[in-house]
C-alpha cells in the first residue's frame, strides 16, 4: 500500500517556474514506477511525465518535453517534478501516481489528492 500527497501547486505567471513534490509512504515506494498526471477543466486525464523505479529510465509528454523534469528521491521516499516556461495551458490539476508495473504506460495503482497548478497569461 502507498499513500502519496502532492504539494507545491499554486498560482504562476506565464513563463515561470513551479515544483511539485510527492510525498510518499510505503517502504516499497523505491520499486515503484512514480508518474505525474494532468487533468484540466473539460479535458482528460493525461500522463505528463514518468520515471522508473531506479530513475534511470523516463518519458515526457511531448507537450512539455524540454520544460518539465520528474526526478526521485527514495532515500527521501519523494518524487518532483520541476515545471519551467510555463505556459497557460499547462493550467490544470496535478496528480502524483505510482505503478506496480516497470513500463511508465502501464496502469497506475495508487494516486494523490491532486495540487492545482494555474498559469496566468
Known amino acids: 500500500q502507498v499513500q502519496l500527497v502532492e504539494s507545491g501547486g499554486g498560482l504562476v505567471q506565464a513563463g515561470g517556474s513551479l515544483r511539485l513534490s510527492c510525498a510518499a509512504s510505503?517502504?516499497?515506494?523505491?520499486?515503484?514506477?512514480m508518474g505525474w498526471f494532468r487533468q484540466a477543466p473539460g479535458k482528460e486525464r493525461e500522463l505528463v511525465a514518468a520515471?522508473?523505479?531506479?530513475?534511470?529510465?523516463?518519458y515526457y509528454a511531448d507537450s512539455v518535453k524540454g520544460r518539465f523534469t520528474i526526478s526521485r528521491d527514495n532515500t527521501k521516499i519523494t518524487v518532483y517534478l520541476q515545471m519551467n516556461s510555463l505556459k497557460p495551458e499547462d493550467t490544470a490539476v496535478y496528480y502524483c501516481?505510482?505503478?506496480?508495473?516497470?513500463?511508465?504506460?502501464?496502469?497506475?495503482?495508487?494516486w494523490g489528492q491532486g495540487t492545482q497548478v494555474t498559469v496566468s497569461s
Open positions: 510505503g517502504r516499497t515506494f523505491s520499486t515503484y514506477t
Open positions: 501516481a505510482a505503478s506496480m508495473s516497470r513500463s511508465p504506460l502501464d496502469k497506475y495503482d495508487y
Open positions: 520515471i522508473t523505479w531506479s530513475g534511470g529510465g523516463t
